[in-house]
């Protein structure tokens, strides 16, 4: 199964993207948390890309599609993956399809995660995650037991850098005009599903399983 999540910040693709690897056995591939690992590990590549994501802005197409070209090669990604994140413009979309053309390993299914705006702010303002096993929680829809501690590891639980409302503000604004024409892209190519992301984690997973489920035999 070969499958991209598509949407904007916050609406839950890193959520169920982890759900939906471990379900069908494949590899999930965030340009995100792959980007993230670099500023934790402070690499040459890692501080080029704090610059841009700590403003909201996207790192550079090059950086990201050098960084998906390694994992899609890599033996997890032999049974599957699916793509959270990425492509988030035209040109990352292109390159895409030009490797898994190469490949002869095409797309089954682009998702669009779809939430009105007024909650991905709730969602994102209210995220809190782990420094050390990179869990994440919410305040108000996914609360730590321990209050502010991980339930997993027991590290104290850290708001994301880019989380504040000036860089919301921006992600958004980026997301609009950058990412959001890879609608028409893929639902051009009959790639497309579209999805209601509004409700709880397990509503979402359940839509979700319905639309994939039908490719995980392929
Ligand atoms: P990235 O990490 O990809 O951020 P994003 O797209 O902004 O997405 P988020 O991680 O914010 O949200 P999500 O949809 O995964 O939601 P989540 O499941 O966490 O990218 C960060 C930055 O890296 C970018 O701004 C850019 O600079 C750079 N970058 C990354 N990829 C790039 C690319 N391809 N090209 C260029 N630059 C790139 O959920 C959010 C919160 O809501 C959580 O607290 C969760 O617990 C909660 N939640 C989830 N589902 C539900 C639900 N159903 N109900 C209630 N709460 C929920």
Redesign the pocket.
């Known amino acids: 199964m070969r499958i991209v ?1 598509l ?12 759900r939906i690897a471990a379900q069908f056995k494949i590899a999930k591939i ?7 690992e670099a500023v934790r590990n402070q690499t040459e590549l890692g501080r080029e ?1 704090k610059q ?10 090059a ?3 050098g960084l ?1 070209r390694v994992k899609l090669q890599e033996p997890a990604s032999a049974n599957g993956f699916v793509l ?6 035209v040109p ?1 979309a292109e390159e895409l399809g030009r490797v898994l053309q190469t490949a002869q390993r095409p797309l089954h299914r682009v998702v669009n ?1 779809q ?1 009105p705006r007024e ?2 702010v ?3 303002t ?4 782990c420094p050390k096993c990179q869990t ?7 609360p730590s037991k321990t209050g502010n501690a991980c339930d997993r590891c027991g590290e104290t639980l850290v708001q ?1 850098s ?2 504040t409302r000036e ?1 919301i503000e ?2 958004l604004q ?2 609009e005009e950058q ?1 959001a024409p890879l609608i028409q892209y893929y639902a051009r190519k009959r790639l497309l599903s579209e999805l209601d ?8 997973f359940e839509a979700l399983f319905g639309v994939l489920a039908p490719f995980s035999a392929i």
């Open positions: 999540f949407g904007a910040p916050g609406v839950g693709k890193g959520t169920q993207a982890d965030s340009t995100g948390d792959l980007l993230r890309a841009y994501m700590d403003q909201g802005q996207l790192v550079p197409d950086v990201v599609i998906v959270d994140g990425f492509p988030r413009t990352q995660f939430v909650d991905v709730r969602r994102l209210g995220r809190r995650s994440t929680f919410h305040t108000e829809f996914a994301r880019d989380d860089a921006t992600r980026v997301y990412t992301a509004s409700g709880s984690v397990d509503a979402v």
